[in-house]
């Protein structure tokens, strides 16, 4: 290996970090899924260009960073890079959409815009489990990463419930369209009520960021929009407690 030595270090046990350009390439190639890649600004040099083409040509999650962000993740010898391996393998939209409509039950999933803060994510991954939706999809660039503090706020979830990575979510609400599968948008921008929207159908709830919501562009091609009747005085929930309101409702419908 020469001079391109590489580290991996357990970060917690169900995630991994990778060191050093060419053990990321080697782990890319070899398959390894990888939820994202930290890469020193201004980073330079033929080997970081064969990493920056593998990175584009399997669209995976970088994000350009300073040296004292490297340092704060590890000690080691980074050579400018970190990967984090997710602790899952992620699904086929296609394939998971076509396996839960033959299954013969009423498809539940859950689309995630944007959503950033990953105990969150893990908190929605738990209720979304426990209340039986048949998948999640999230977008490649820009959510919560799939790392250990996802693993620990979902309470182990994470593993029991497909998680799909998709490259925009626009086009996933399409094919979910497509499927027969109505695509709600979880926001305060309608009149209408959650409690008027008819559940007992295949659906896909779409719950937006934690500080700006669903994106405009996203209200602008879903079939339904609603939201939760607020009687106090504060203007909003927690994103992954409206989660669990708008789960449950579907739930309650479905049982009735």
């Given amino acids: 290996m020469g001079g391109f030595l590489f580290y991996i270090c357990a970060m917690h046990e169900n995630t991994t970090q990778i060191f050093g350009i060419r053990a990321i390439i080697e782990a890319i190639n070899s398959g390894s899924t990888i939820d994202k890649v930290f890469i020193q600004k201004g980073l330079r040099g033929d080997l970081f260009n064969e990493l920056d083409q593998l990175l584009r040509a399997n669209a995976i999650s970088t994000s350009f960073v300073p040296p004292e962000k490297l340092n704060r993740l590890t000690k080691k010898n980074h050579q400018g890079v970190i990967a984090l391996i997710s602790p899952i393998a992620f699904h086929n939209l296609d394939t998971l ?8 039950k009423v498809p539940t999933f859950l689309i995630l815009d944007q959503l950033s803060d990953v105990r969150n994510f893990g908190a929605i991954i738990r209720t979304a489990e426990c209340t039986g939706v048949d998948g999640i999809i999230i977008q490649k660039k820009g959510g919560a990463p799939v790392n250990a503090d996802a693993v620990k706020t979902s309470a182990g979830a994470i593993f029991k419930i497909p998680i799909c990575k998709v490259d925009h979510i626009k086009d996933a609400i399409y094919h979910l369209q497509s499927s027969g599968i109505q695509v709600v948008a979880a926001t305060e921008k309608t009149t209408h009520n959650v409690y008027d ?9 779409v719950m937006g960021s934690e500080g700006k919501g669903v994106s405009p562009s996203i209200l602008k091609i879903v079939d339904s929009k609603a939201k939760l ?6 203007a909003s929930l927690n994103v992954s407690v409206a989660c669990g309101a708008f789960l449950y409702e579907i739930v309650r419908q479905r049982l009735n």
């Fill in 197 to 205: 929207i008819d559940f007992t159908v295949p659906v896909a709830i």
């Fill in 229 to 234: 009747p607020m009687l106090g005085e504060i």
């Fill in 97 to 104: 959409v076509l396996n839960v409509i033959e299954s013969g």
